[in-house]
């Protein structure tokens, strides 16, 4: 699960921690250059006589683009999930145990490891944004065809290939929607607009839990059988939300251009600079930031991909309500993100915040291994806490490390993460297959602790450094002020 | 914090356990075959578990459908007699007899009648909604023809087996095919090394059964196997589910069934049949081979069915009027799952026994995990705050006094 839905959604956390330092910036030197450029579109805009739809500088266009914005993304955050919410079909149709199965998540994440690095890069130097979504887009829908094609020949090994394949547009699809977003939108709806797209990646994932059942039923009673061949017809039809979103990117791509043109904006810009040797300068309450998301993520992501099983195993949950309860995370935190995230900008105490996250997480995973309480329930803890840690824990990662070092640092802790993401995955199979449940989720308790005890260090470490982690809003902005004041004097 | 204190506890109850544990409760077991006048084949197999003053005998035998009675008494030398010429004769009413017989404290008989197979078209795997027309006709035990049991007994690792074919095989299913009784005795209690890997005690008994290469009589065929209960009337005979949240030793599974019998005004369990609500297509019994399987609530048996020879020879010809006869099937396979077709093979095991059936706790590898994942961060979270404590007060303390 390292997938879209991860990274991407990270990547939309990381950027919306950016994007606000950036304003906070903007605003203490007085001048905002998101409000100038505004501005200078406006007046540009005005001047030619279009309709509002048509006209970049309108905000009737923006909307329109941000439509299709939002669904750039839908196609990969649809079929990332495709294996878990079709579990059950893959693992009988292409005869493969769980550990197997779960590889097909690990071959996703395996390519972020390192991409993680130059996705800003090949945007920013090599394709540019439209060239580069468009490419990404292409790598996504080939990536799905090609998995469908591994069912339909019934050979596994093409499957993991087609999620290789999509692994490498994944990921950088979703740093490109970014770029996009901030290019249209900065100084205006920024942070409206990364909430939707968070929102529809969301939407995205919980759509494909809940109809890939259904989708793969009705073609067995069509063909009059299941198989390999029914797999993989599914998941072709699954493909046309990725070609879909390759529609969306090319009417972006020419949009963008011909805003270029009216407006004489320039191409947007991830702004990533990656510098490896940047690595020896992180302070330690940096690598604990990157273990407390690790160890985190990796109670999360896998435990989704088997979920469904799960709760019909262990539950005795029908499939569709199975799916049902498995998405409920994603449900959860498409409202929650953005209300949590002013909590969290309003108050501070980060450090606080992701404890409370980590713990409730953990109460969740306890509550899903040692009793049989209706798994609504614990679901729900898990969504909750799961879009408070987001909005806790990303944003901190802008106060250890100087701005200039800023891209190094998420890259790297996307890299950790996807490759905790790609080990825990195969492993998680494995001790189901092994061990059982009861085993798999003491495992998840015990990653979760690892991650409650990096956060228990971050708290000291922070503390006795006299770090502003932990500081209310209120004193963060105190000392900003001072800052800004001795600057100028 | 309930659950803290819960897991304390069962810390504490598996420190207990395990200390308990430490001189396990041994019987001494002897497993033969009872060898009938001049070579005739009876099938008889006598286990005789002896414990310190008391003795469980199990009875197995093909005289009429596979049955076995279970009879615990309180004299550990008591014995197993057969009278032979009764045994064949057509009243075979107390040829078989447990010695002496005031010591019998308890006894009751299982009876594995019949095999039902139906076409399972829709893959919904719902036996009792199956409607009669889906059935194939059901292969009657007692009809079947079964190997000498001599030829597989092993007296040191305590097991046997019954291998039977259909006599009458009109669909030449039985071609290359056979069903099996597997009968494993224990002297001591332990954990079976294979799946559904059953803990067991030295008062139990495993019985396998298992179906090789009989061919099904449709691509979607699954099994169900019927089984007849005797109970002395007075007592109780209840079918039922123990859930336990811990399947580290049958992944995925969690349903334990249990068929015990309870005495009316007692809730002390007398005699119990467990299983887990699994079966297996392969004999290596991997997940991903796993078949779930359900039973169907108990019903009465018509009078007019036909009481297998060694029932009646034990129990008497009026066994009806003292014990009440109860059928039960468990049906193998789950909605959406494989068929029997797979493999051609199914193998499903249970737990036949007297006293309290064995309970599954949590491995100490489960608990050592939680109580160092759970304990580290919060002894972590105490000691930070000493230090702090410590180190502020060092600091405020190395202040001078301005003046």
């Known amino acids: 699960m390292s997938g879209c839905p991860v990274i991407s959604r990270e990547s939309h956390d990381r950027w919306g921690g950016m994007a606000e330092r950036e304003e906070q910036e903007a605003l203490l030197e007085g001048s905002g250059d998101g409000d100038g450029a505004g501005e200078r579109l406006r007046s540009t805009g005005e001047s030619s006589g279009m309709s509002a739809v048509c006209d970049p500088s309108r905000f009737a266009h923006r909307l329109v683009v941000l439509l299709i914005m939002c669904f750039l993304g839908f196609g990969s955050y649809f079929c990332y999930d495709n294996p878990a919410a079709l579990q059950i079909q893959v693992q009988r149709d292409m005869k493969v145990n769980t550990a197997t199965f779960m590889e097909l998540y690990a071959w996703y994440s395996w390519p972020n490891v390192i991409l993680c690095f130059f996705g800003g890069f090949l945007i920013d130097r090599v394709f540019g944004i439209r060239l580069g979504t468009i490419i990404f887009s292409l790598f996504v829908c080939i990536g799905q065809v090609i998995f469908a094609t591994g069912a339909l020949c019934n050979a596994f090994w093409l499957m993991e290939a087609g999620r290789f394949v999509f692994g490498i547009g994944g990921e950088s699809l979703a740093v490109a929607q970014n770029t996009y977003a901030v290019s249209w939108f900065k100084g205006k709806e920024l942070n409206l607009v990364f909430g939707l797209q968070l929102s529809m990646s969301r939407v995205g994932s919980t759509v494909n839990m809940n109809i890939m059942g259904w989708i793969y039923s009705s073609i067995e009673s069509m063909i009059g059988a299941a198989g390999p061949k029914t797999l993989g017809i599914s998941l072709m039809i699954g493909a046309v939300t990725c070609l879909f979103s390759l529609a969306c990117a090319l009417i972006l791509g020419y949009l963008d251009k011909r805003a270029e043109k009216i407006l004489n904006k320039e191409q947007g810009k991830t702004g990533d600079v990656i510098k490896l040797s940047d690595v020896k300068d992180f302070s330690l309450s940096l690598w604990l930031i990157f273990l407390i998301c690790v160890c985190y993520y990796v109670a999360i992501f896998p435990f989704i991909g088997l979920g469904k099983v799960f709760f019909m195993g262990k539950f005795q949950f029908s499939s569709q309500e199975a799916s049902a309860v498995n998405s409920i995370v994603y449900i959860i935190s498409a409202p929650l993100s953005p209300v949590f995230g002013f909590l969290v900008d309003k108050i501070g105490k980060n450090v606080i915040w992701v404890l409370s996250a980590v713990a409730t997480t953990l109460a969740a995973h306890l509550i899903l291994a040692f009793t049989f309480w209706t798994p609504w329930l614990a679901m729900s803890l898990m969504g909750i806490s799961y879009s408070l840690l987001a909005c806790a824990l990303w944003p901190m990662v802008a106060f250890v490390v100087p701005e200039h070092q800023l891209g190094t640092a998420y890259g790297f802790m996307q890299s950790i993460q996807n490759l905790g993401l790609g080990v825990i995955a195969i492993a998680a199979g494995a001790i189901m297959d092994t061990r059982g449940y009861l085993f798999l989720e003491i495992f998840f308790v015990a990653c979760l602790c690892g991650s409650l005890i990096a956060v228990v260090m971050l708290y000291f470490v922070d503390n006795m450094t006299g770090g502003d982690l932990n500081l209310s809003a209120t004193k963060r902005r105190k000392l900003q002020r001072l800052t800004a004041i001795e600057k100028e004097s | ?403």
Not at chain 2, 103 to 122: H, M, P, Q, R, W
Not at chain 2, 163 to 172: I, L, M, T
Not at chain 2, 190 to 197: F, G, L, Y
Not at chain 2, 220 to 246: C, H, P, Q, Y
């Open chain 2, 1 to 403: 914090m309930r659950l803290a204190r819960r897991l304390l506890l069962l810390c504490l109850c598996q420190a207990i356990a395990c200390w308990g544990d430490s001189e396990p409760y041994r019987r001494e077991v002897h497993l033969k075959v009872v060898s009938g006048p001049n070579g005739s084949l009876p099938n008889l197999l006598h286990v005789r578990a002896v414990g310190h003053s008391d003795a469980i005998h199990y009875v197995w035998g093909t005289l009429g459908a596979p049955t076995v009675v279970l009879v615990y008494s309180n004299s550990n030398e008591s014995t197993l007699d057969v009278n032979w010429t009764k045994l064949f004769s057509p009243f075979p009413s107390g040829a078989v007899r447990i010695e002496p017989a005031e010591s019998i404290l308890y006894s009751t008989a299982i009876v594995f009648s019949k095999i039902f197979e139906y076409d399972d078209g829709n893959n919904t795997a719902n036996f009792s909604g199956t409607s009669e027309s889906s059935f194939y006709p059901a292969y009657n035990l007692a009809d079947f023809v079964w190997g000498d049991v001599n030829k597989t007994l092993n007296s040191t690792a305590l097991r046997a087996e019954f291998q039977g074919v259909n006599a009458s095989d009109p669909a030449k299913a039985f071609q290359n095919g056979s069903v099996s009784f597997r009968v494993f005795a224990f002297e001591e209690g332990s954990r079976d090394p294979i799946a559904p890997r059953l803990l067991y005690t030295a008062n139990c008994s495993k019985l396998e059964f298992v179906i090789t290469e009989v061919a099904p009589r449709g691509k979607n065929s699954r099994f169900a196997l019927e089984m007849v209960t005797l109970e002395r009337k007075g007592r109780r005979k209840s079918m039922d589910s123990v859930w336990s949240i811990d399947d580290e030793y049958t992944p995925t599974i969690f349903e334990m069934a249990q068929l015990s019998s309870e005495l009316q005004n007692d809730s002390q369990v007398q005699a119990f049949l467990q299983w887990k609500a699994v079966a297996y297509g392969d004999p290596s019994g991997g997940r991903d081979e796993a078949v779930p399987c359900q039973y169907h609530r108990l019903q009465n048996v018509s009078e007019a069915w036909p009481l297998p020879g060694l029932a009646v020879a034990f129990f008497g010809g009026d066994v009806r009027e003292h014990y009440s006869v109860e059928a039960l099937n468990i049906s193998f396979g789950v909605a959406d799952g494989e068929f029997y077709e797979k493999h051609n093979y199914l193998i499903w095991s249970a737990l036949l026994g007297f006293g309290t059936p064995p309970r599954d706790s949590f491995s100490t590898l489960v608990i050592v995990i939680m109580a160092v994942a759970l304990a580290t961060p919060i002894v972590l979270l105490i000691v930070g705050f000493i230090t702090m404590y410590i180190l502020k007060k060092q600091r405020y303390s190395d202040y001078e006094p301005i003046n």
